[in-house]
């Protein structure tokens, strides 16, 4: 049980980081606005995908993991 507790509250730090620079570094990183990100408007209809950032959140979260598995070794 002592793994799996730490894993959660690793987890949960790293979600507070994310969550701190989702709030306040949105000025500074445009997250969800970056080019690449397809945005449709029409009257009444909205639609948005942000396809830029989703691969960019992957590769950051990819290397993340990458150095927690790299470094338990």
């Known amino acids: 049980m002592d793994n799996i507790a730490r894993s959660i509250i690793y987890a949960g730090v790293i979600l507070v980081i994310i969550g701190v620079?989702?709030?306040?570094?949105?000025?500074?990183?445009?997250?969800?606005?970056?080019?690449?990100?397809?945005v449709i408007n029409k009257p009444n209809f909205k639609f948005y995908f942000p396809l830029a950032t989703s691969?960019?959140?992957?590769?950051?979260?990819?290397?993340?993991?990458w150095l927690i598995s790299f470094?338990?070794?």
């Open 21 to 38: 620079i989702w709030q306040f570094g949105g000025k500074y990183l445009p997250i969800g606005r970056l080019p690449g990100d397809i």
């Open 55 to 65: 691969i960019i959140l992957s590769i950051i979260l990819s290397i993340v993991l």
């Open 71 to 73: 470094l338990k070794k």
